[in-house]
T-cell receptor
């Protein structure tokens, strides 16, 4: 299982771009990188998933360098409502896969 | 509404008792995952089922058991409850066995053991 390392916490201000980097040095060839957002007392919510290069959707972008040993979640122009915990996971699609959430990154957006 | 339904939303019970948490996955999803989240803690993976069969086990205590039924809903049984079992229990589902496409989580069951 690929272990992930993220910063424990980050602070930002409204309107800024926030980049959260996740390290996954032993990522396997078949692994995907997925990011989730969790608000207090709610279940995590899928944000974005990628395999290589760059993926963008309506809420975020995911940048993955060629060696895939890290990835960066980019949140454009954050608002107070983006204050949450963000989790990075790596894993493949084979049977027996275990989804291991790390401690995540607590993002606090200030006015 | 994520499409994953968990019942009940809240449960208060005494130590030593047994409870059953229920999860209905999103329509079309074959995999169900159970997680435990204690106060201010991370999500602990408990167990995964795929199309009725156990696929992976995490840090699930022997006092806990789960199953997935033919209609794909799943139940998590917690017995001989202890104060430390108080937590949020989340169920997630996915179309296939693994990570592709991501997981959809329910809103959780908050269990309080007194």
């Amino acid at each position: 299982l690929a272990k992930t390392t993220q910063p424990i916490s980050m602070d930002s201000y409204e309107g800024q771009e926030v980049n959260i980097t996740c390290s996954h040095n032993n990522i396997a060839t078949n692994d995907y990188i997925t990011w989730y957002q969790q608000f207090p007392s709610q279940g995590p919510r899928f944000i974005i998933q990628g395999y290589k290069t760059k993926v963008t959707n309506e809420v975020a972008s995911l940048f993955i360098p060629a060696d895939r040993k890290s990835s960066t979640l980019s949140l454009p122009r954050v608002s107070l409502s983006d204050t949450a915990v963000y989790y990075c996971l790596v894993g493949d699609n084979t049977g027996g896969f275990k989804t291991i959430f790390g401690a995540g990154t607590r993002l606090f957006v200030k006015a | 509404d994520s499409g994953v339904t968990q019942t009940p939303k809240h449960l208060i019970t005494a130590t030593g008792q047994r409870v059953t948490l229920r999860c209905s996955p999103r329509s079309g999803d074959l995999s169900v995952y159970w997680y435990q989240q204690s106060l201010d803690q991370g999500l602990q993976f408990l167990i995964q089922y795929y199309n009725g069969e156990e696929r992976a086990k995490g840090n699930i205590l022997e006092r806990f058991s789960a199953q997935q039924f033919p209609d794909l809903h799943s139940e998590l049984n917690l017995s001989s409850l202890e104060l430390g079992d108080s937590a949020l229990y989340f169920c997630a589902s996915s179309p296939l066995e693994g990570a592709l496409g991501g997981y959809t989580f329910g809103s959780g069951t908050r269990l309080t053991v007194v």
